[in-house]
């Protein structure tokens, strides 16, 4: 029987470490292909947007340099999201050039930061396709000075998911005693070898009472209200935007425009939906239940790898303009942009 232990656990270790490094590949694997096609999307941007998309080009700029941040530092500290018992967790055995403990701790903060600054940016881009449908007149409030408001805004949203993660989801003796076998059994590590963020919903005294951790509590509210704020304002000007499309009447060209542009926003509200909001929804309230998610298999952390990937090819395969100045990089056609001189405010 111990012998059958022992083989089940060495199969085991075997399985996770090649799913590590199977996950490894796909990391930098998205990090290539990310940087690509942001680096691609930004080229176009700059160079082939049309006169009507208005500041909306330095949204969308702004977005795909978020997507190469987050991309990267993804890459770079490859980390796992999962929970066990009561703990919501974050690490990573990566640590490339040596750092001290604090600033893996940072890198980790900044890719939280970098995420809610993704989910707040794309919010930002419905609010002014909102006001480009049928408030025009406020598209004055993404130009000039007012555009760095909304630059503040997100950045504000970032550091706030940033500083709780830093100051907050700290390394503790107590995460550490939880973690130890799991890391020891799923990955034949020593929890000494790891940095890790994490959140304990509950703590314990010396004599095995539990209480609740008031400030991961108050962290862990934070991030919902982040989340559901930003699909709120998501869904909200979705639907709007939908209705106003309906029963406006625009010329034929402008419509297509406005159509392409629509197609672009429905995908930025699926593929976030799908990569980044649900799995992070998901795993903040498995600790509520103690329900165990297998650090092994953690989809989380593959999906959101996918999402700097996913979401700028569909914004350059959705918007002509882009899609042909993609295809023209392979062919010697020229540049044909027939609603390039199409004039809007904003």
Known sequence: MHLLDFAFSNANVS??????????????MTFIMSTFINGVLLNLISTASPKHFGNYVYLMMSFSINSLVFAAIHAFIQPIISTEKYVLFVFTSTNYLELPRIVMRFLLSVYGTSYSQALTLIAVQFVYRCFSISRRKYLVYFKGRHLWFWYAFVGIFGLNWGLCVFFIAK????????LRPIMASSFDLNVSDIYYVAASYVTEDPSGKQSLNLPVIFMVLNFALILGFSFSVILFCFCFIHYKMQRVTYSKIYETVQKQLFRALMSQMIIPLVLIYVPIIVVLILPIFHVKNSAAVSLTSILISFYPVLDPFAVIMIISVY??????????????????NLEMSG
């Open 15 to 28: 399985t996770v470490t090649m799913w590590l490094e199977v996950t490894r590949v796909a990391d930098f």
């Open 171 to 178: 390394e503790t003796p107590e995460v550490s005693e939880i």
């Open 323 to 340: 899609r042909q100045g993609f295809f023209n990089m392979f062919t010697n056609k020229p540049k044909v942009n027939q609603i390039a």
